[in-house]
């Protein structure tokens, strides 16, 4: 459930109409609402409450500041994937005892970042990492507490470019080689083997994936029992996926009550990564429309919002909502609904049934919260969206829209071509 929703045909977030929004900031525009936030996290967390567990909000669903210090406030901890991840966690009040660092590819430096810092623990993804770790470690006179990151080869059902428990991906360690890796991290010093860690994939709408894979993990955790080596965290990872169109995933509580009756008789802290199911359905992405084309056999509208800021339909053909910002009972049309970038791959949707609208009128692209603004780039050099958040009657301005002065900030012309 989120607080999008018409009011005598007019569209509020919360109880702020989006076209005062639009007025005030400009399209296209990202907006969040504050208790769609608190009450994902909320429910996400009190599905957890009868065991001890900690939340690790995946930063890289949408790292805005002042999202993850709401995160923080309400008590979560953060799933990050880089130093820059780690800067912002650590920007917005995250105590690093509640950081996981996850990734296939952390660099000495972030390493040694991390290490200053003193995160709760390193997700490590190979036997090179594992030793680069313990040098880091070493070089700094710290232990690095760790937990491994398996691969249970487990097929996540969704698209395969979020699909990351499959022996072909790239990520985590062959679950049956685990063992292995364990007993060579518990003999170097510098090292505190602390949990399993597991990821499987994003946007599940099935449990059967995760049961599978929290099963082959308790094998493990038992199996590492027996060798002596006893852990205290098991990380299992978000994934957990969000109604976009038709799909029904399970709800936070199902999705718990499942997992709470594997991972009971693990006397362990469980850590989860959710990322999209906590923001994903808080936030819309504005935009107004430009021009509507007609070609034979199509209609197109044009719209001010493009795959630079929001990839998701782009690169994985994704479902997004999209709803006119009014609704003045118009017949419907079918179109595409394109932006004005300089890709035909430029699409929020394809052959959509939708309200007919005219240039200047608003669109908003629903359920655009995770992994909207966090992919969004430049592209075509057009500056990157504002970000609002709702909260009540009010909002507020929680990122500036860029200008074209930010678009050349950072380059330099040589002396030569001066
Ligand atoms: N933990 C790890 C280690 C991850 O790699 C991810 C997501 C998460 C947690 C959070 O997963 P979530 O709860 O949000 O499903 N850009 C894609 C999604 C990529 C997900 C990458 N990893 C999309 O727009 O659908």
Sequence with gaps: MHHFYYRNGELYAESVPV????????????????ATLTRHFNIFNDAFSNIPHLICYSVKANSNLAILRLMARMGAGMDIVSGGELFCALKAGVSPDKIVFSGVGKTKEEIEYALKTGILMFNVESEQE???IHSCAKALKKSAPIAIRVN???????????????????????????????????SMPYLHVIGIDCHIGSQLTLLAPFLEAIK????????????????????????????????????????????????????????????????????IL????????????????????????????????AYHAIW???????????????G?????????????????TYPGELLAIMSSGAYGFSMS?????RPRPAEVLVKGERFWIIRDRESYENLISLNRIPQWLR
């Design 216 to 283: 082959q993990i308790k094998d493990l955790y038992n199996a590492l029992k027996k060798m002596g080596i006893r852990l205290n965290y098991i990380d299992i990872g978000g994934g957990l996926g969000i109604p976009y169109h038709e799909e029904s995933p399970p709800h936070p509580y199902e999705y718990a009550n499942a997992i709470l009756e594997l991972a009971k008789d693990m006397d362990c802290c469980l850590i989860l990564e959710p990322g999209r199911v906590i923001v994903g359905n808080a936030g």
């Design 286 to 317: 504005l935009t107004k429309m430009l021009y509507f084309k007609k070609i034979e056999g199509k209609n197109f509208i044009i719209v001010d919002a493009g795959m630079n800021d929001l990839i998701r339909p782009s690169l994985y053909n």
């Design 19 to 34: 076209n005062e929004i639009a007025k005030a900031v400009g399209t296209p525009c990202y907006i969040y609402s504050h």
């Design 130 to 132: 594992l030793e680069i």
């Design 340 to 356: 004005p970038i300089c890709e035909s791959g430029d699409f929020f949707a394809r052959d959509r049934e939708i309200e007919t």
């Design 152 to 186: 249970p080869d487990i097929d996540p059902r969704t698209h395969p470019y979020i699909s990351t428990g499959l022996k072909r991906d790239k990520f985590g360690i062959d679950i049956n080689k685990a063992e292995v890796l364990y007993k060579r991290a518990a």
């Design 377 to 381: 780039s430049n592209y075509n050099s």
């Design 324 to 338: 006119p910002c009014s609704k003045r009972g118009r017949p419907s049309i079918v179109a595409d609904i394109v």
